[in-house]
């Protein structure tokens, strides 16, 4: 089989398991929607794929909406001839979330991208769920406020909140969960809901808001969401920290967050990561495992912050602790960790990168690296190891040819033990990637009959079962 | 009607809604827990009341569970004959959580007292249901560390995540939304799952934890729960503040939450309840709108702190700012917030105090307040205002005579004007207290087509409707 552009198999565009797209639905949605409803085969092949190394499934059609109200007709109108809909936002999703395994229609969002109500005052805002995150940023110069959650793509705020993303700024800031004040949601029959109002807490029955963070688009369509702002602190540090061993990095930042220091980034590399960025980007650090941390704050709490992780850093066998105030030189100390993504993929010509994504608690993150350090190394290719350790969750980057049966396998089984490893340390499958296809098979070793309780909502939500199916869940035995 | 100690009409015994227990029921619930199942009327009046002003009533039997295992078995033995369950922790709920509003068992999880683990290096602590906050500080008093969420009440762990409670601690710490990592939970039909790993976050699928957080015993009876921790923090800060008017005190608390300050708690107390509070106590705070603050931190960060706050209270024309950090001082500024409860109460001999719960946007909570003080200017009874102003939540303390039906009149229309008033500000009819009966009839209002999601939810989980019937989600129509 060729491979295309991005080394992986082309999507496939027949659909064994789906009938094609009825005619009745076609004309429907083509009279909706003119020329933002598309059966061409490109438009097809883009939206059946995302960032991952997953084999996938182009929808038989792609709808582009613009508003809410679309998006509820779009349902309906599926929903009437038992359609699957999935939904679309940047397409970089790493674990098979876009794929139409069942057939159906894809629900581009990345059209909506009106940014509603910026409210300083309340720190929060309102947008439509094709925002970015750079998008919003941008957007949020001159307010002095900024969204924190950065997963490593140009993501959607909607595809964020639909698989609960986070990044390097969580261990301060917290996740999607933490992060979405309230969403606007189509259900499976086209309704439309609001879960949850703007105030920063309330007990007022079940929290809609947490279920649809994190669902994935199988209970409903985030169309809007408002999210949670922070003023952009008044002062930012930055510091490297090389290490003779991992143990000693990792041993570091749990000191830094047992002892509740508002920690803002907390990145690790490992060795061959090290390597990997000097080799791409012709810098000169220590081969050595690393960590790249972040301070925000005040210009005296920053300063406690620094000479408490210093002193943290020497306490654990530092090599050194280089920190700085100013942008440039910021930037400079954390040149390898922004490069990494390039690094790593620059290790193979044509190679491709499959991430693992385990999370585990504080206390089992210096057992569960260190174990798997023996995995990486007996590998047969390269694996780098990146960690947002303050939160217990780590990558490792697997540099395959997924031309490569036997390749495929090795991976396959490295993850497997890798994630059985992290849930019998009290962790789990995924910190941030979310299920897709990809952890489906992990889902009832983590959860045990929790997968029931989860398989009983998404019956009661979306009994004909069009809403992204295939989808976190895995059939019922 | 006579009235009982607590100023209140008796509980009702007789259940017009129960047919009462089957005795198939009540032989096999005896037959398991032996004496620790209970048909005495002193032990089902106990159990059919909480502390709030709502008719209550009484269940048909109490049986005082030891274990995850009895709770399964409990359940499992009511299910069987379709018979409600009720789970009951310490009885402090505000909304009638735990009548018996169909009849059924009360099954108390207040033995459930045990202390699973503590991990300090996590900063977590797994407990039994039926551990009270109190209880669980005291166990951690040695360790550094502490669990922030402060209700009212001697709650138990395993009520206070039920409803999703907070208190003044919730505007640096959170609520039990944020606390909460994972939950051991009995499901409608017998079956125990844990919700949730021990990771920091986790994208595996739908958000069970928070499901069930917030759900008052309506989808699953919660017998464990992992906890967050926190360190105790190197240095405490407490400060008064009083103001000419009520809205220079709001606007000093929206100054310092939108800059960012990460104080750890703000307390609002009305002219009327500073006076209550002298009277009650023989203090002579100046009777005037008041800020009871305290700050968290290292020696630095608390400074820094404070002379924030100082300045932004400065700027809003504080009459004063009075603040200190050792123990006795800060213990003396803050006697009029911590005896408020029964200062509000000795304000009527055989009064009861009806506790409203709004919760709005903190761009709101100046206007909220403000015109929520006409209504109390015009009651015919005392009411004090306090508030989680931090967090824009605050309470009405309506001092009824709750034998009068023109006063519960009086009251009740009162309450549905804040409420409205809350929700047209994009917030919320309860904060804290939770929905159980008595903020039932708001939920329509405030959730729209989303109480439909919750009545799927509830009878995808509980098709049976055993589990605290009558609680959160109002009939269809």
């Known amino acids: 089989m060729s491979k295309n ?65 679309e998006v509820s007709e779009i349902v309906k109108i599926c929903a009437a001839a038992d359609v699957p809909v999935i939904p679309f936002g940047a397409g970089t999703s790493l674990e098979g979330h876009v794929s139409a395994v069942r057939g159906g229609v894809s629900l581009d969002l990345s059209r909506m991208t ?86 920063r807490k309330s007990s007022a029955g079940y929290d809609l808001t947490r279920l649809f963070v994190g669902s994935e688009g199988t209970l409903g369509i985030i169309t809007e969401l408002t999210v949670r702002l922070y003023g952009i602190p008044e002062m930012v540090s930055a510091a490297i920290c090389p290490f003779g061993t991992i143990d000693e990095a990792v041993a570091t930042v749990v000191g830094i967050i047992q002892c509740g220091i508002p920690i803002a980034r907390v990145e690790l590399m490992d060795t061959r990561t090290i390597q990997a960025s000097n080799r791409y980007s012709g810098l000169s650090y220590q ?16 300063a406690e912050q620094v000479a408490f992780a210093r002193d943290m850093a020497e306490q654990n066998g530092a090599l050194a602790f280089e920190s ?46 260190v174990e798997t350090q023996k995995d990486v190394e007996a590998a047969s290719f390269f694996i780098s190891t990146v960690g947002h350790v303050g939160d217990g969750n780590f990558h490792l980057g697997l540099v395959i040819d997924p031309s490569s049966p036997a390749e495929l396998a090795e991976a396959n089984a490295l993850n497997d033990r890798l994630v059985r490893r992290a849930i019998a340390f009290g962790g789990t499958s995924t910190g941030e990637h979310g299920v897709g296809t990809g952890k489906i098979k992990f889902m009832d070793l983590e959860h045990g009959a929790g997968v029931d309780v989860m398989r009983a909502i998404k019956a009661a939500l979306d009994p004909q079962g069009i809403l992204n199916p295939g989808k976190i869940i895995p059939e019922a035995q």
Chains 1, 2 share one sequence.
């Open 5 to 69: 552009a991005a080394g992986m198999e082309p999507v496939r565009l027949a659909q064994p398991a789906s009938a094609g797209l009825p005619d009745a639905v076609s004309s429907r949605l083509s009279a909706l929607l003119g020329p933002r409803f598309s059966m061409k085969p490109a438009d097809r092949e883009h939206h059946g794929k995302g960032e991952s190394y997953h084999a996938v499934q182009a929808p038989d059609a792609v709808c582009f909406a613009q508003s809410t109200e």
């Open 114 to 199: 009106q940014i509603i109500a910026v409210r300083p005052e309340d720190l929060d805002v309102t947008v439509e769920a094709g925002v970015t995150r750079h998008q919003l940023n941008a957007y949020l110069r001159d307010t002095g406020l900024f969204f924190p959650v950065d997963p490593g793509g140009e993501s959607t705020l909607g595809g964020m909140a639909a698989t609960r993303a986070s990044g390097t700024n969580a261990v301060r800031y917290g996740t999607m969960r933490e992060n979405v004040v309230s969403l606007t949601v189509v259900l499976a029959d086209g309704r439309v809901i609001r879960s949850g109002s703007r105030a």
């Open 287 to 302: 081969e050595t495992p690393t960590l790249f941390m972040e301070f925000h704050g005040s210009a005296a709490g920053v």
């Open 324 to 369: 700085a105030d100013d942008a440039d030189t910021r930037s400079r100390l954390w040149k390898a960790r922004h490069d990494v993504h390039y690094a790593v993929q620059a290790m193979r010509p044509n190679g491709r990168v499959w991430s693992t994504d385990v999370c585990v608690p504080i206390s089992a993150l210096g057992p569960c690296i």
